[in-house]
């Protein structure tokens, strides 16, 4: 993966040591809202969402109120007005729109991007970069108050076969993701477990928000050293990073707070997290204060009590 790529899919805001990157006045909520960078399930969810509103639907009208995102769109993406979409798909947290024509759509949210399907009528809102009018009347756009997303414009080959896309390890809910590969990456490798988990190269897809809980979940330490784990623990955290993911797939997200689903709402499954942003908070499972330390300059929440530092 280019240095590029690489700083695509792990962003980070200069201002914090933290996830937190911004803050954002939410009218309707009458409240300060903050930025964090949506994961894989806040992907997935969006994939599903606008998939039934766009496959089989032509494009009749491209409409780009700024270019200027982490990567500039292509003045090639008018290409596609006047062809179908034919499907939707998800490699890691990029979305990939493919087009009649051997032509595709690459998408990534960034730090703070959605995609919504409206109204044509309705009003655009400040930071609403790009519209795609549908033959049905209705409009998809890309919304981004950070600008660290993109959309990219390909044609006459895979999408899969971009750059971005070639040294990503395997997708987290797929059976490739399996006990066995990770115990063999592992192997030698004195990294914190957490810090492994969050690296593309291993697993795509998994966030700091998800590597906390799937921990917790498989009860390891975030600390310990990767090659520390016993088969039997791996087995466990492998378990738990496809549970994890999958129940928050099913509630439709975490609260990333700005995240906003394709019908306009934000998606919530925050309420349920165990240790993730609880520091200070009685542990739900033994009521031991939840700790907070920093890792790689991002924070990682755990339980001294459920999750040992021996494995």
């Not at 409409?63 to 890691?92: A, M, N, T, W």
């Not at 306009?264 to 542990?283: M, N, T």
């Amino acid at each position: 993966m280019t240095d590029h790529a690489h700083a695509l899919v792990e962003g980070r805001c200069k201002k914090s040591n933290d996830d937190l990157c911004g803050e954002i006045f939410w009218p309707l909520r009458g409240e300060v809202a903050f930025w964090f960078m949506p994961e894989l399930p806040e992907v997935e969810t969006t994939k599903r969402g606008i998939s039934p509103h766009v496959i089989g639907n032509k494009v009749t009208e491209v409409i780009v109120h700024r270019s200027d995102l982490r990567l500039p769109v292509p003045d090639s993406i008018v290409e596609i007005e006047g062809y179908r979409f034919i499907d939707v798909k998800r490699r890691s947290k990029y979305l990939i729109l493919e087009v009649e024509q051997a032509q595709h759509l690459i998408i990534h949210l960034g730090m703070s991007g959605s995609l919504r399907v409206v109204d044509p009528d309705a009003p655009f809102r400040k930071h609403d970069h790009l519209a795609l009018t549908l033959s049905t009347g209705r409009q998809m756009r890309y919304h981004d108050p950070r600008r660290f997303g993109l959309v990219l414009h390909g044609s006459g080959g895979d999408a899969m076969e971009h750059p971005l896309f070639q040294e990503l390890g395997p997708e987290p809910l797929e059976d490739a993701f399996s006990a066995n590969l990770l115990i063999r990456v592992l192997q030698g490798v004195k990294r914190p477990i957490k810090t492994v988990l969050m690296d593309a190269k291993v697993v795509v897809g998994v966030g700091n928000i998800y590597a906390s809980e799937s921990l917790f979940q498989a009860g390891i330490r975030p600390m310990t050293a990767a090659c520390d784990l016993s088969r039997k623990r791996v087995g466990k955290l492998v378990k738990a990073v496809k549970e994890v993911l999958a129940h928050s797939i099913e509630q439709g997200g975490t609260t990333l707070r700005d995240f906003v689903r394709e019908n306009g709402e934000p998606g919530y499954f925050r309420q349920e997290l165990f240790v993730y942003e609880r520091a200070g908070q009685p542990c739900r499972i033994c009521g031991t204060s939840i700790e907070k330390l920093l890792q790689a300059q991002r924070s990682s929440y755990f339980c001294p009590k459920c999750q040992r530092d021996w494995c």
